[in-house]
């Protein structure tokens, strides 16, 4: 991999203000991704990291995939951009027959958006829009969940349950909203393989929410079906299926936030196909263009699509939208990537790998600070304990430690998240782990 001369010369790091970052901290020692092919980056200075993040969840396929460069090639030069108001391009309509048939049956009318934050605050529009056109317009109220990542709009954040996302904003965000207990508890589930025994009860916390609130001023429940920002936090036996039918009881919708969980993570298209659990809504968006260019989308169920489907044909259904919704150049890298999918067969090969995954994973239990391992599919974590210092430090610099030793990992405080792509080989996983645990082995 050949690095250009303009990545080698110094970088003037002033202007970028760069997201989730602690800006002062990186531009001191930045660390600075210059390329990136298969299973690896490679920096600035040339040196190669394996990736166990796929990016940030998004790079399913792995990296530089030509056929998505083709086809976003081919696409500049035929149809830069389409207006998406009252007007149409053939790749959003083929975009979304093609995933609408990889959705559980009936899920099948797609929305498009431009990010996983996007997506989820369409479909809580969506929500509100669909009990209104049902008569019930007192059903506005939002539950969502503690240590719930929904994205960083208004809403996303309203209905999220990560406290450092929402103290900066919290006297702007949605009002009507609550939220269910989170599902992690460590003392009765550390070191669980899959889905853990413990917590079913947290569903039925709905239940005191419903009764509090009264079921016909809430218009939904947002949940991610596995917690991924959080820290990957697998939803206990029985779970989903509570929420279902509590939500389902009282004429309430459930929409799963499947950003992350979406396209293969879990060895199923879906989230809610591998727990079999069907929501009303799901949003998706990262690897349903392998990362390439930005795209999100909101799956929903007929249903709800054709409730606003409803009086004189020249009105509009859903005063909503965005400029860049069904991008013909995101239309034609999905599209590439879906190609990639289905042939290599990526959105259930993760089935295969994630037993291996979760046997090098858990390999790693006893290692210094290691206080919890959980996975489910190609999701994995190893949380940490926090020094008495501050919590995330610990993780920090072992992220800092990784990198300069060939591994790039994605921490969330003192958890790493592994989201390996789903193209590695059980060599690749072994790597990771043996990286990861050397790099354990040194940290204080």
């Not at 290599?344 to 295969?352: H, I, M, V």
């Amino acid at each position: 991999m050949t690095i250009s001369a303009a990545t080698k010369n110094e970088l003037d790091l002033s202007n970028y203000w760069m997201p989730f970052t602690a800006n002062r901290q990186f531009k001191a020692a930045p660390r600075i991704l210059a390329a990136a092919e298969g299973m690896h980056y490679t920096t600035d200075d040339g040196r190669k990291l394996i990736d166990s993040s796929a990016g940030l969840w998004c790079v399913n396929a792995g990296h530089s995939r030509k056929e998505i460069a083709d086809a976003v090639h081919r696409q500049l030069l035929t149809l830069d951009y389409a207006p998406p108001f009252q007007m149409g391009q053939p790749g959003a309509f083929d975009f979304a027959a093609r995933v609408a048939r990889l959705a559980p049956q009936g899920l099948d009318r797609i929305f498009f958006t431009n990010s996983g934050s996007e997506a989820v605050d369409t479909a809580l529009k969506i929500a509100l829009a669909y009990h209104k056109a049902k008569g019930d317009a007192g059903r506005t109220k939002f539950i969502g969940r503690e240590k719930g990542y929904n994205g960083v709009g208004f809403g996303g954040i309203a209905v999220g349950g990560l406290v450092n996302n929402r103290r900066q904003f919290a006297g702007q965000l949605l009002p009507a909203v609550d939220h269910l207990p989170h599902t992690f508890d460590l003392a009765k589930n550390a070191f669980s393989r899959g889905q853990p025994e413990h917590g079913v009860d947290k569903a039925e916390a709905l239940e005191a929410i419903v009764a509090l609130h009264g079921a016909d001023t809430i218009a939904a429940v947002i949940v991610e079906p596995v917690a991924g920002s959080a820290g990957v936090l697998p939803p206990p036996k029985g779970y989903l299926e509570k929420l279902r039918e509590i939500t389902s009881k009282h004429g309430i919708l459930l929409i799963f936030d499947e950003v992350i969980t979406g396209f293969g993570r879990l060895g199923a298209p879906f989230a809610s196909t591998y727990f079999g659990v069907t929501p009303d809504l799901f949003t998706a968006a990262k690897g349903i263009t392998n990362g390439v260019v930005p795209m999100g989308a909101v799956f929903a169920s007929r249903a709800v699509h054709d409730a606003l489907m409803v009086g004189p044909e020249s009105a509009m259904e859903l005063f909503h939208g965005y400029t860049y919704s069904g991008h013909p150049v995101a239309c034609a890298a999905g599209m590439a990537t879906l190609d990639i999918y289905e042939r290599e067969g990526l959105l259930t090969r993760g089935a295969k790998l994630a037993p291996h995954l979760e046997e090098a994973v858990h390999s790693l239990k006893g290692k210094p600070n290691v206080i919890d391992i959980r996975n489910i599919g190609m999701m994995a974590a190893i949380e940490l304990a926090p020094r008495a210092d501050g919590v995330g430090k610990r993780g920090y610099d072992l992220m800092v430690d990784c990198f300069k030793n060939g591994l790039l990992i994605r921490v969330s405080g003192d958890i790493i998240a592994m989201s390996p792509p789903l193209i590695a080989e059980t060599p690749h996983i072994d790597e990771i782990i043996e990286k990861l645990g050397a790099a354990l082995d040194r940290l204080a």
